[in-house]
């Protein structure tokens, strides 16, 4: 049981996702890190500048690390051959979450194909010694039913104790906004279940998933505001620079808002203490 100062206080994890998929990324997540409120980044073992943004982790020891487990929408740690029903020519994933799910859940993809690769993105983020605080998965992908077991069991395998919970418990009110979270919520329940069977830690919640791709200094102190006792997940996507995104993500005015004072003031003022997973 938790001491009770503990219990009252408010606890941020600031994760921007998709670092190493580009070098405009990864710069925008070092001075997030640096000059704003971002505490924690999950990275791409496949994106095309990971080695950068491991180069960049030299000067960022107070920056989490966690592993973006990426099933779509990016490249493959492995060759083809390796994993035949999940890695297409070039070494390219399902193009979105919903192509990974109906090659899935049809049997076309092999779940032993999915560890496969799981295990090989892993192993080449602790290759060179970087402390993995979590695990995330891009597009949530980790909470599929099917998917969610290899995550734990390799998540206890590789010694990490954290994972990402993917419900969504500060959305806004409304109809729209429960329809658009309900099967997300279904799975990440399921996989929160497993997590927590299995001894791994997660925080209470996630935030900013309604505004992915699109938060401002008022979107983001709005969800402060609406933060309630414990330790929660802030989700974002900062660059450095305008790029095409085909999520259509405006990273740079992300990284504007997260580095904005009034976000920072708006924390301070709550009481918010910034943590990465490695405070879980």
């Not at 590789?158 to 099967?183: D, E, K, N, T």
Request: aromatic share 6%; hydrophobic share 45%.
């Amino acid at each position: 049981m938790p001491p009770p100062d503990r219990q009252r206080a408010i606890r941020l994890i600031v994760n921007a996702d998709d670092f190493g998929s580009s070098v405009s990324v990864n710069a925008g997540v070092e001075r997030a890190c640096r000059e704003g409120i971002v505490t924690s980044a999950s990275i791409m073992a496949g994106g095309p500048a990971f080695d950068d943004a491991l180069a960049r982790l030299d000067d960022l020891p107070q920056l989490g690390v966690g592993v973006h487990l990426t099933l779509s929408a990016g490249r493959a740690v492995l060759e083809p051959r390796a994993a035949p029903t999940l890695i297409g020519q070039g070494g390219a994933l399902p193009k979105d979450a919903a192509a990974f799910a109906r090659g899935f859940f049809s049997g076309r993809i092999s779940p032993a194909d999915v560890r496969a690769e799981l295990a090989a993105q892993l192993a080449k983020v602790s290759a060179p010694g970087v402390r993995v605080t979590h695990l995330d998965g891009h597009q949530h992908l980790h909470n599929f039913s099917g998917v969610a077991g290899v995550v734990v069991e390799l998540a206890r395998k590789f010694g990490i104790r954290a994972v990402r919970s993917s419900r969504c418990r500060l959305w806004p009110p409304g109809r729209r906004w429960f329809s658009r979270q309900l099967a997300l919520r279904l799975y990440a329940e399921a996989f929160g279940a497993r997590a927590r069977r299995a001894g791994l830690k997660m925080p209470e919640g996630l935030a900013g998933q309604e505004w992915a791709g699109a938060l401002t200094v008022e979107r983001l102190t709005t969800i402060v505001a609406r933060l309630e006792p414990g330790t929660w997940e802030l989700m974002c996507h900062p660059a450095a620079a305008d790029e095409v995104d085909a999520e259509g993500y405006d990273r740079a005015g992300e990284l504007a808002a997260l580095t904005a004072p009034a976000v920072r003031a708006a924390l301070e003022e709550r009481g918010v203490r910034l943590v990465n997973y490695a405070g879980l």
